[in-house]
């Protein structure tokens, strides 16, 4: 998905005249030796995951119980530097460092004694991967990209949040 922003975005650009100007959006970054063509999720930005594991932590100490679902943005523009419209909501951008995800969820449960966070990523689609460009498996490299240990697909975001909140009683709820 990211490719695909930058060239519509890098499009953009030059066709209005745009590159090369002060404060003009970055032209697209050729791929590293370590890109294995998979577009999303991306990794963390701009800090290393231990970090975001870190802000984690915090939040589930100040917690004290319960279980809190985030949600990433559902739309993001992708020339959002122009327009600022539609963009990574920022709790879940400072929690996780995922700032072009979308469709995804972060649920924390500090009360539980094994898997205290978990990261629910958007079902894979190939007609939308077509497009967009393709989204990894779950497995070892998005845990390494991203820092989540216990990672899943959406489709279970219900299942999973009603087991967390009747053990641990209440929710905290994000403000829109």
């Known amino acids: ?3 695909r922003r930058r ?4 499009s953009a650009a030059a066709m209005a005249g745009w590159a090369g100007l002060p404060g003009s959006p970055a032209l697209a970054q050729p791929r590293t030796a370590d890109d294995d063509g998979f577009g999303s999720p991306a990794a963390t930005s701009p800090f290393a995951p231990e970090v975001y594991r ?3 932590r915090r939040l589930m100490s100040e917690m004290k119980g319960g279980v809190a679902v ?3 943005a559902t739309t993001i523009d992708p020339a959002g530097a122009l327009s600022g419209l539609a963009r990574q ?3 879940f951008s400072y929690l996780t460092g995922m700032q ?8 924390l449960a500090p009360s539980e004694r094994t898997h205290r966070e978990f990261l629910l990523l958007a079902p894979r689609n190939p007609e939308t991967e077509r497009w967009e460009g393709l989204r ?3 497995g070892q490299s998005v845990r390494r990209r991203t820092g989540f240990e216990n990672l899943m697909r959406t489709d279970y975001l219900g299942q999973l949040v009603t087991g967390q909140r009747a053990r641990a009683g209440h929710e905290h709820r994000q403000q829109p």
């Open 1 to 3: 998905m990211q490719d």
């Open 7 to 10: 060239l519509i975005l890098n």
């Open 54 to 56: 870190e802000r984690r």
């Open 70 to 72: 985030l949600y990433s």
């Open 89 to 91: 909501g920022s709790d």
């Open 100 to 107: 072009d995800e979308v469709g995804a969820a972060l649920v």
């Open 136 to 138: 990894l498996p779950l």
